[in-house]
């Protein structure tokens, strides 16, 4: 039970015209809310008039059931942007029992009396149950394909371009994609053939990866293998996602496939103990979950209070985590393999171009000939990529002023960073944390 209010006739002085406009909105919200919610306006024993007044003017907790799976690291960065939320926000009492991905649903759901739900919908059953409750539902985007509720849900194609456009940067011009069976997860689905047309507009082809539902995992592996050893090298794997990584990057093993040099691998969610479990570490994708749970749970309360919202929402991932799985040139030029490797060494310590050319002696037009005619990038170029693509990712770190950010990245100063940012991303700094880091910009 929530306090009550401060009693006596210090409340009374204080209370005012401003109290009494609260206790109207109070008296308001109670008639609005189902009268299991709200407040009594009868003065209980012992307590005096202005104290359940007060008590009035505050809302009682709605009361939401959180059906989101523990086992994975996207469940879970979902319900700590849920729990953001509820702490910036406040006004929940929040209904949660750990449970995995595709479990059935729990009994009490049926007959469960509450304000609204977050959901990875997985089943028809659910879907049905959720439907009969009448009451506000968002649904997290599981394995059901476009259930009849408000969603938020993560950029898929976003993702697999960001995926492609990481491997596509190494140089690589053989891919393939590793996924589940077609059908199984629309969500997925959606990364392949994203990936496979990112692939295809760079004028390459991709190899997919026959999946087969029934597979064990031993009859799954030796499959695998047999198809890693087929394919061209050096090739680029996107993973639909970071469990599907490692047991690529576990075949690549079994096969006697080097990694990152014969093939390199991206999954999708970056999921810490996943990435760092594998051999060698996974580069992965960050979809942004603790931004979507975030999302979905301010559209839920905006639904709850009867308040008109976007049903659709989409969002963007907050980009690439690279580890040694990608960490790769494929090149057959020795020379200009040999200036990325370099570039990427130091290009956040004040490289400069000349700094490139006395490493390798040799002269800046022939190296800016052969890097254009590998990588499509000069000398320059490469190195601003590199200094771009490291203020991204510490832009996310919220600890960090801009200013530390051009600093670790290199720039010389927080103006020239601004400028070539700005150029290359249609953007700001500032603008760019506020759009993508967590729970900012709202």
């Keep these: 039970m929530e306090p009550s209010g401060p009693g006596g006739h210090a409340g009374t002085s204080r209370l005012g015209s401003a109290g009494r406009r609260s206790q109207r909105k109070g008296r308001g919200l109670a008639q609005a809310e189902p009268s299991r919610r709200a407040r009594p306006s009868a003065t209980a024993p012992g307590h005096s008039p202005v104290s359940a007044r007060l008590a009035d003017t505050k809302p009682a907790l709605r009361h939401v059931a959180l059906l989101i799976e523990t086992s994975g690291s996207y469940g879970r960065g979902l319900l700590r942007g849920v729990a953001k939320y509820n702490r910036e926000h406040g006004g929940w009492s929040t209904h949660f029992q750990p449970r995995g991905l595709g479990q059935p649903p729990p009994q009490w759901l049926k007959d469960w009396k509450g304000d609204g739900i977050l959901a990875r919908i997985d089943t028809p059953e659910m879907t049905q149950i959720l439907q009969h409750l009448g009451i506000p539902v968002i649904n997290l985007r599981g394995m059901v394909p476009e259930p009849p509720f408000p969603y938020v849900k993560g950029d898929h194609a976003r993702v697999s371009n960001l995926a492609a456009e990481h491997l596509l940067e190494r140089g690589l011009k053989n891919f393939a994609f590793v996924g589940r069976p077609a059908g199984v997860h629309s969500g997925l689905d959606e990364r392949r053939e994203a990936f496979c047309r990112a692939i295809a507009a760079a004028n390459y082809a991709c190899d997919i990866y026959p999946a087969a539902a029934l597979d064990s995992w031993e009859q799954e592996q030796d499959k695998l293998t047999a198809w890693l050893k087929a394919l061209p090298k050096p090739t680029g794997i996107m993973a639909c996602n970071d469990e599907r990584g490692l047991l690529v990057l576990d075949a690549c093993r079994r096969a006697g496939v080097a990694v990152p040099?014969?093939?390199?691998?991206?999954?999708?969610?970056?999921?810490?103990?996943?990435?760092e479990l594998s051999i060698p570490q996974l580069t992965s994708v960050d979809v942004n979950a603790e931004q979507i749970g975030y999302q979905a749970a301010?559209?839920?309360?905006?639904?709850?209070?009867?308040?008109?919202a976007n049903e659709r929402q989409v969002v963007p991932p907050?980009?690439?985590?690279?580890?040694?799985?990608?960490?790769?040139?494929?090149?057959?030029?020795?020379?200009?393999?040999?200036?990325i490797r370099f570039i990427r060494e130091r290009g956040c310590r004040g490289l400069r171009v000349k700094d490139v050319l006395a490493h390798l002696g040799i002269s800046r037009a022939s190296l800016q000939q052969r890097m254009k005619r590998v990588i499509g990038h000069t000398i320059h170029e490469e190195i601003e990529r590199l200094r771009l693509s490291r203020v991204k990712e510490l832009l996310l770190r919220p600890d960090m002023?801009?200013?530390?950010?051009?600093?670790?990245?290199?720039?010389?100063?927080?103006?020239?960073?601004?400028?070539?940012?700005?150029?290359?991303?249609?953007?700001?700094?500032?603008?760019?944390?506020?759009h993508r880091d967590k729970g900012r910009g709202r």
């Design 261 to 275: 040099d014969e093939v390199a691998v991206i999954g999708v969610d970056n999921d810490d103990y996943l990435c």
């Design 298 to 308: 301010q559209l839920l309360d905006q639904l709850m209070a009867g308040r008109k």
């Design 318 to 339: 907050r980009g690439v985590v690279t580890r040694l799985s990608t960490d790769v040139v494929a090149s057959d030029d020795d020379e200009v393999n040999r200036a």
């Design 401 to 434: 002023t801009i200013k530390q950010v051009a600093r670790e990245a290199g720039f010389s100063s927080v103006q020239y960073m601004t400028r070539v940012f700005r150029v290359a991303m249609g953007e700001t700094p500032a603008r760019y944390r506020d």
